[in-house]
């Protein structure tokens, strides 16, 4: 293990990096179920287990806590995407098995099973990236960092350098650059699209940095996935139906179908009073057999098999002009083919949204289209054709290059961690 770790942590997946014996950013590697891999699944899965004088409580991370929330059947708590409560002041805890957990006692958990499944020791030394603009409402940068902290501490960390996520895919990219140049780096997340504007030049101690701007918005792979979840899925289960009472008709309330945007959370909906409302709701609705199949969605516990058939259907619209969601479970069938013009329509508002960030990025650089050279695109959202059009209308498809989407930040956040200055990279 060498001195030091980069550390993408992500709302969908989390990469960990360091610099191997030839000097070259390197992923550690996980293996699940035959399958290695160097993105972990940023999952925790608690349950309690019951031994001759109490209850114990367990917990997983990655493909394995998923494992476990499939083998248990809901009947433990899973949680995804909790980076994006890193920065909410609202966030001050959750009620696990009778046991309070901060935000930091959950990062910490996750980084514990990440250095259990990767077999290595963690060094005292990690440069962690962060996204420019937190999730939420109203992020608190300093409570987010903070916490960060705290739960780096708890696992053995003792020096902690923090660098923006698009710094860092910059800084990657960097190394093959042969001359001065302007890059526009876009690392699209599961949670928030970030945006830099750096300029980097060769002088006499190597690769020189100066960083012209930094935005950022709470909107990236996450909201695509529901767009296609609220347009095909929930309408599928009654959503825009409607039903009556009394002698009026009214729509199904849109608050039955909230629950899409995660799916774990739809295996607790089975337990709730909306499930009971549901059930009352088949006798007055107009279409009773799409509230039907709403029921035996959930009765079906299919939440984590809808997240695979959207993810499917997404990755197919990346590369033809049309996909098919495709989920059959229990009595659940939806077959729905989707043109990629209906996804693009659907993601128009977050297209309007990653564009306007942009054009921020740009006027705090004090530069136009025509001052950037090159564009790097990064993250998983960067493969949906609609956003890459979206650079290559404005920058010209010349100056846009992409390749290793999925970890170039953390190879970058690996390599700025061998920089003799780290300082130089750091928020």
Known sequence: MTQSIGLDFGTTNTVATMINAEDAAEAMHFAHAGEAFDAFRSVLCFWQTQDETSNRTNVEAGPWAVDQFLELAGDCRFIQSFKTFAASPLFSDTLIFNRRLKFEDL???????????AGAEFPKRIVIGRPVKFAGAAPDEALARARYEAALRAVGFEEIHHVYEPVAAAYFFAQRLNSEATILVADFGGGTSDFSVVRFSRGPNGLDYKPLSHTGVGIAGDAFDY??????VARAFGKGSEYKSWDKILPVPNGYFTKFSRWNELSIMRHSRDYRDLQQLVRSSLDPDRIRAFIAFL??????AMNRAVSAAKMQLSSADEGTLSLHVAGVDIERKIKRSEFEKWIAPELEDIGATVDRALAEAGITETGIDRVFLTGGSSFVPAVRAQFESRFGAAKIETGDQLVSIAYGLALIAGDGDVSRWTT
Do not use: C, T
């Not at 767009?227 to 095909?232: E, G, K, L, Q, S």
């Open 299 to 304: 009765d079906a516990d299919a939440g984590y």
């Open 107 to 117: 990062l910490a958990s996750f980084l514990r099973q990440v250095r259990a499944h």
């Open 227 to 232: 767009r296609i979840i609220d347009n095909v």
